[in-house]
């Protein structure tokens, strides 16, 4: 794919600076592919510094059914928000926002699901995998934050783990 | 007065070994630290290097998918997490002495093995696994065996992901290899290869095929090559596509319109250029190697024609008698991982190749767990192991919770383990050991254009590490 060699040199980078951070467990780790993501779909951001009133609320569901409320600003995709929130869903965005797995799995409302603009075959390939799967379902790495999705919510679905219950282990 | 603190700490940190430094490995300590604020996790690795797949499965022009080093890095470097490289659990030290030293062991030290095809021929030299070929251009120091590429046609049996990674190597255009991680020896092989064929052939339908549509995809989008399919497999299969859950129908559709579309202008402008042609072949199973008149090597495959007796997944490949002799000189099976006992006095299930257990907990033995492809089988990408792995984690977690797994006294961790090795020879390869090979790696890959260029022994590996 075209994008190959930026990806590959900011995975060469993203590692090197993750090995010099102080050990934070977290299941997602670095915004920096996914801000790019973003950033390359030709999203205008503002440069300027960002005032209070620039900020969207978006409401995740978590796996336990609890309503979380934070705010992330423009140009943000929902997997940037996840980290900069430190919120702690378990595997979140294990590929950086590289569309290289689906465990940012989103499911939104019919409404808000229109708003979220078109599915590239790129990301439909990637969540065609994810577990759970309905038609509002979208991956957070590559949904980038408008005004107009003030008030979002976002549900994050269950895990294979949740449901599968097989009792002789095997698969 | 008396000191308390160090026994204290003794008999409050739940201590949990773990077998193998791949994903399931990462992911279980993962879960364990962040879940209990006393547990103490060692993992133990028979590499000096860590990520098991990751580094050595994980195609070389998939790098987005190894950007999970970086948060298993980040739990290596927890000051509750210890790695230990270089250490062979079963030859060096026993799993019942880890069980001694830990509150509990978790095996999740994967698949080493090969589904065996079971066919007569299948040993001949021109007839490989898939694992040891992928290891081979990841540099897995266990596969540094040459691999002959001087024939023109390639047939690969299974149609899985790993299939589809070795027809893409083995297809790409050097301009394209040479700034992976692909190792340097494998490079200048493909770069002199005569490879101009590689067919994918699999026992059942288009419908049944295993890989996913993204590999696929970039098959399709391959530079200087061309698809050939045959038409004929494709029969009812656009009646039935319409019917499926999307995952599959879209992964049909593509296929279909492969094999079947008129190409757009660019698209045939592409096809007529292609210097390297590949294709899936259908409803096709090995039946025997044939050998060269010299008995030396594989010369030709025998395929038994198959017809599909029900639809969908579950379809099953019935032969219908008939069988093709198809010359080639080499075949690659790419039918399966499989695991391996690695003790005799656990148990383990030979027809499945996993370890027996319940949610994670092995059957019939207290204290010891499994995670990964060693639980459920050879399947399935790194999220699947990462869910995995969380499982057996909370299972372990629930276990000391609900006193079915006693940490109520104290166990000496690493330092029951530690002076068994010394005395057997054994010097284990630390954390920092390893961010020294990656450095050296890393350094290595700059001069060469590449992110890294790997070491390719252990020998060599032990060497930068003591330094």
Redesign the interface.
């Known amino acids: 794919m075209c994008h190959l060699k930026n990806k590959e040199k900011l995975v060469h980078v993203t590692l090197r600076e993750s090995s010099r951070r102080a050990a934070v467990i977290s299941a997602a780790s670095l915004p920096t592919q996914s801000r790019a993501t973003c950033l390359q779909r030709g999203f205008t951001t503002s440069t300027q510094p960002l005032r209070s009133d620039n900020k969207v609320t978006v409401h995740f569901i978590n796996r336990d059914g609890e309503k979380i409320t934070v705010k992330g600003s423009p140009g943000d995709s929902l997997l940037d928000v996840v980290i900069d929130q430190d919120l702690d869903f378990d595997g979140f965005g294990a590929c950086e926002g590289t569309l290289a797995c689906s465990t940012c799995h989103l499911i939104f409302e019919e409404e808000v699901y229109k708003q979220l603009g078109p599915v590239t075959d790129e990301e439909m390939d990637m969540l065609d995998l994810a577990y759970g799967l309905t038609d509002t379902s979208r991956l957070g790495c590559q949904i980038c934050l408008t005004k107009s999705l003030e008030g979002m919510v976002a549900r994050v679905p269950e895990s294979v783990s949740d449901i599968r219950q097989s009792g002789d282990g095997s698969s | 007065m008396f000191i308390v603190s160090a026994s204290l700490c003794a008999v409050c940190c739940p201590k949990v070994c773990i077998v193998g430094a791949g994903p399931a490995g990462f ?1 279980t300590a ?2 364990l ?2 879940s209990r604020q006393d547990v103490e996790v060692d993992i133990y690795e028979r590499l000096p290097v860590p990520f098991g797949l990751v580094r050595f499965g994980v195609a070389p ?11 298993f ?3 290596a ?3 509750r997490c210890s790695f230990y490289g270089n250490v062979n659990v079963g030859t060096d030290v026993s799993v019942k002495e880890l069980q001694q030293a830990y509150h509990a062991v978790v095996l999740s030290y994967g698949a080493e093995g090969n589904r065996r095809m079971g066919v007569p021929g299948e040993d001949l030299a021109g007839v490989h696994a898939a694992k040891d070929f992928v290891g081979w251009y990841n540099g897995l120091p266990d596969n540094r065996k040459v691999f002959g590429l001087s024939t023109i046609l390639f047939f690969i049996l299974g149609q899985g992901n790993v299939a589809l990674d070795v027809a893409r190597i083995l297809l790409s255009p050097m301009d394209m290899l040479k ?2 991680d692909i190792t340097q020896p494998a490079l200048d092989l493909l770069a002199e290869s005569r490879i101009r064929r590689v067919l994918i052939v699999g026992r059942r339908g288009p419908m049944q095929i295993a890989c ?3 590999e696929v ?1 970039e098959m399709v989008n391959l530079p200087d090559t061309r698809p050939e399919m045959v038409a004929a497999d494709f029969k009812g299969i656009a009646e039935a596509v319409k019917e499926v859950p ?2 599959r129908k ?2 049909t559709e593509l296929l279909l319109k492969t094999a079947l579309d008129v190409p757009t202008e660019k698209e045939q402008e592409k096809r007529s250029k292609a210097s390297r042609v590949w294709g899936f072949r259908f409803f096709r199973s090995p039946v025997e190697v044939l050998p060269a008149p010299d008995l030396s090597r594989a010369a030709a495959i025998r395929l038994a024609v198959n017809r599909l007796e029900g639809s969908g997944e579950g379809a099953s490949a019935v032969p219908t008698g008939e069988v093709e002799d198809v010359p080639c000189g080499l075949v690659i099976s790419s039918i399966g991982y499989k695991s391996l006992p690695i003790d005799p006095l656990l148990p383990f299930d030979s027809r ?1 190749a ?1 370890v ?5 907990r092995v059957q019939k033995t207290a204290g010891v767990y499994c995670s990964g492809w060693l ?3 050879p ?6 192991t ?3 792995s ?2 057996t984690a ?1 299972a372990l977690l629930e276990d000391m919770d609900s006193g079915a797994l006693d940490v109520s006294s104290a166990k000496p961790g690493s330092q029951g383990v530690t002076p068994l090795l010394e005395k057997r020879g054994v010097k284990p390869v630390e954390f920092s050991d390893w ?1 020294k090979i990656d450095n050296e790696e ?1 350094k290595r890959g700059v001069a060469m254009g590449k ?1 890294r260029e790997k070491l390719l022994s252990v020998d060599e590996m032990l060497h930068v590490a003591r330094t």
Do not use: A, C, W
């Open positions: 992911y993962q879960h630290i962040k022009d998939h790098p987005e998918v190894k950007n999970v080093i970086n948060t890095t980040q739990t470097q927890h000051s700034k992976t996913t549509i993204k995809r999307r995952p879209r992964l499945k996993i027996p257990n319940t949610m994670g639980k459920t089988g399947t399935g990408v790194i999220g699947t990462m869910n995995n969380f499982d909370r961010e890393i992110p």
